[in-house]
């Protein structure tokens, strides 16, 4: 059967047996899903990195907390169209393959970053420079909640059972440490090449800019990914219902939705209220400098991947349910109290700074590293990718929005650290009743989608349901 041609509209209800992926396939599936995820989350880094510059040129006010707070919301606009690509290109993905729907949405996501870099502000047009600003952002949610589509199913299809969670913490930490280092050297280099007032005249337009760049470069990993055996063989099994985004929506499904959604927005507003928010917690608490602040950010990002690695491992020793458990537990008592503790310091503390910011980040980041196999899990081949993209996505989007509900609930800046920690205290607990309320998924993938047996002698005999 051609690789390229559309499934039919009554596509599959059940998957044939996969090929056995080889190495090769497995090394460039997974490598692409990280990097296509690294990548797209670069161009919405880029904001968060230049948020006090960009915020007077295309949102000013006299409050800066309320100029932060409209920056902070033109990031959350994006956030919110998300959910819609993850449903657009979640149904592409699941009827034309991952790999053709990775390479047109992180070109896509290249060119609308690319774009932004280049627009006039409201000095020079007034009120159509926020419209215009804003526009784009909108595309690029878009595009960006279709690039998960394809990177959180590729790979964790590719793979063998024994390697799902650490490809699942691979993917979701690897690329968000990706994102955040790329975005953080980037931000280095353009300040040093546009120092002081420079910066606010053209570094962050080449800070946009430098997105198509990113997705340039992704298009020469991509070349060599082939598609995903799972879906292959799912394509070739006996014709059902078509997939469709409303089947999510299915009654019999209600629950599971719900669960995945309080785990998903949990997880997501742990990321973006620690190493989404250090850049502006460090510049307007902290008071660090760009240059030693860039510094900083990049050591806080190195350390997202090691986190995510080792809590989507352990997913597949003890299991997905567990592992989310026992994060929430830790975290529902640390973050808010490193929040805290780390406002107590200055400009030239670095050391401890940077030790409050790998604590953050570590725990943080270790909270999601098991929700794309999760997700991948919970629901059949033919849905898959459209599930994983819209409540990911969507539980994303809520969660990246605690950013900016944290500014406009701080009347000053020094109200900061308080608010943000109530709001991470409550992000934690949502995690943790999500997690309470799912059941164990591992081995789900193999039984596409169905919900994994009670404990016993059945249990054991279940494909995938061994421990790695």
């Known amino acids: 059967m051609n690789p390229d041609v559309t499934p039919p509209e009554d596509f599959v209800t059940s998957a044939s047996t996969p090929a056995a992926p080889t190495r090769r396939q497995m090394i460039t599936a997974g490598g692409a899903s990280v990097v296509g995820f690294g990548f797209d989350l670069f161009d919405l880094f880029i904001l968060l990195y230049v948020a006090s510059t960009v915020g007077p040129l295309f949102f000013p006010s006299s409050s800066p907390t309320l100029t932060l707070a409209a920056t902070f919301a033109s990031f959350g606009v994006s956030l919110v169209m998300r959910p819609l690509g993850g449903a657009i290109f979640g149904r592409y993905a699941d009827r034309n393959g991952r790999r053709r729907t990775l390479i047109v949405t992180v070109v896509g996501v290249g060119i609308a970053t690319a774009l932004m870099g280049l627009l006039p502000t409201h000095a020079a047009i007034g009120a159509l420079a926020p419209v215009a600003f804003i526009a784009l952002r909108l595309v690029q949610g878009l595009l960006v909640g279709g690039v998960v589509a394809s990177t959180h199913t590729l790979g964790t299809e590719t793979v063998s059972a024994r390697w799902r969670g650490l490809v699942s913490g691979l993917v979701a930490g690897g690329g968000a440490a990706i994102g955040a280092v790329i975005a953080s050297l980037v931000f280095l280099a353009v300040s040093a090449a546009f120092p002081g007032d420079q910066f606010a005249h053209w570094g962050w337009r080449v800070m946009f800019l430098s997105g198509l760049v990113a997705s340039l470069l992704s298009l020469l990993l991509f070349r060599f990914v082939e598609e995903s055996p799972v879906w292959q063989a799912a394509r070739t099994a006996p014709q059902g219902a078509p997939a469709r985004a409303a089947d999510l929506f299915a009654p019999e499904r209600r629950g599971v939705l719900l669960t995945s959604l309080a785990l998903v927005i949990g997880g997501g507003a742990q990321y973006y209220l620690t190493s989404g928010y250090l850049p502006t917690f460090y510049a307007g608490i902290n008071e660090v400098p760009p240059g030693p602040r860039?510094?900083?950010?990049?050591?806080t990002s190195l350390a997202i991947l090691p986190a995510a690695l080792v809590a989507g491992h352990l997913s597949e020793r003890f299991g997905r349910r567990p592992v989310c458990l026992a994060v929430g537990a830790v975290n529902l008592v640390a973050l808010p109290l490193l929040v805290l503790g780390m406002a107590g310091y200055g400009p030239t503390d670095t050391g401890a700074l940077l030790g409050y910011g790998l604590l953050l980040t570590v725990l943080a980041n270790a909270s999601y590293a098991v929700v794309p196999i999760y997700l991948n899990e919970r629901f059949p081949t033919r849905l898959r990718a459209t599930a994983t993209a819209l409540v990911w996505n969507g539980g994303f989007a809520i969660g990246g929005l605690m950013t900016t509900f944290v500014s406009l609930a701080s009347p000053t800046m020094a109200d900061i650290p308080g608010r943000l920690a109530i709001f991470l205290?409550?992000?934690?607990?949502?995690?943790?009743?999500?997690?309470?309320?799912?059941p164990e998924t591992r081995g789900g993938l193999d039984r596409d989608g169905e919900a994994a047996p009670a404990p016993g002698p059945a249990a054991a005999?279940?494909?995938g349901s061994a421990p790695a």
């Open 294 to 299: 860039g510094l900083l950010l990049v050591w």
């Open 461 to 463: 005999a279940q494909p």
């Open 425 to 438: 205290a409550a992000c934690v607990a949502l995690f943790l009743v999500g997690a309470a309320l799912s």
